[in-house]
């Protein structure tokens, strides 16, 4: 059963025609992009899948079970994330996780242990406010991995990053995919990004958008350790 797996689906606003006829599929445990120009429909497939919108036509399944339209069934990592800035930072990364049911002990101690690995170390008790967009993403980044779901909706979540912390995140985001096996669907607009993380790769064309092809990454992906060691690979 797929993690998630969509058919045929078309998304007009009005007379606009952002996604005509997209099929794609992340097998259980499979990391998968789509790569495409802005404007291209990535985040509106996002919304769809996410259930905020509800497609023209199509059909969306998460799980084996009908996606359409339902919210929280997966981690998700909108493209300008909003942390809810009343929270604290520990709060915004696990209210998710423990409200499914995660003992409030366990999850605290993990979104620590998390934070501390991507640099915010000693930030746990402040408030949105008080980090830069940078951090802020980073946060949004641990909240969707953290959501505890089977899949993984990543919209492109390092733009805002400079190359080396950008790096860095690769490998935080390899480490806890190689480590927990979650499904991730991932959208970039850099091709290089998305060869070097992906299974498999799809590309949006511009408007309106079609899915080309699906593109089998052909060469292992590199150790972690060589992703850390080479920031450059990309601008
Ligand atoms: P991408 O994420 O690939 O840059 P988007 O999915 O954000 O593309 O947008 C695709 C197209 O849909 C763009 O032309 C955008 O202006 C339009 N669009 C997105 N959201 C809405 C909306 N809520 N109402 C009307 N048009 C929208
Ligand atoms: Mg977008």
């Known amino acids: 059963m797929a993690a998630l797996e969509v058919s045929e689906l078309s ?18 445990g499979e990391f998968v992009s789509i790569v495409g120009p802005s404007g291209s429909g990535k985040s509106t497939l996002f919304h769809l899948v996410g259930g905020l919108l509800k497609p023209t ?12 339209g339902r919210r929280g069934l997966i981690g998700y990592m909108p ?24 003992r409030k002990k366990e999850a605290r101690g993990l979104a620590r ?12 008790r402040s408030y949105p406010h008080q980090l830069s967009g940078g951090m802020q993403q980073r946060v949004a980044f641990l909240r969707a991995l953290l959501a505890d779901k089977e899949l993984i909706c990543l919209d492109e979540p390092f733009s805002a990053l400079d190359a080396m912390l950008r790096a860095e995140m690769h490998r ?5 995919w190689e480590q927990n096996r979650r499904s991730i669907l991932f959208v970039t ?13 799809y590309v949006f064309t511009r408007r309106p958008a079609t899915v080309l092809e699906r593109v089998e990454v052909p060469f292992d992906r590199p150790r972690r350790d060589e992703v850390v060691d080479d920031p450059t690979f990309i601008r």
């Open 11 to 28: 998304h007009s606003f009005g007379s606009l025609d952002v996604l005509s006829d997209i099929s794609l599929r992340v097998g259980q």
């Open 113 to 124: 242990e998390w934070l501390s690995k991507v640099g915010l170390d000693g930030f746990a």
């Open 79 to 102: 493209q300008a994330p909003a942390l809810m800035p009343w929270r604290t930072i520990e709060d915004n990364v696990v209210l998710a996780r423990e409200l499914g049911g995660v």
């Open 57 to 68: 036509a199509g059909k969306i399944s998460i799980g084996g079970e009908d996606a359409v």
């Open 172 to 176: 935080w985001l390899l480490d806890i």
């Open 189 to 201: 607009h850099s091709i290089e990004e998305a060869l070097l993380l992906s299974d498999s790769v």
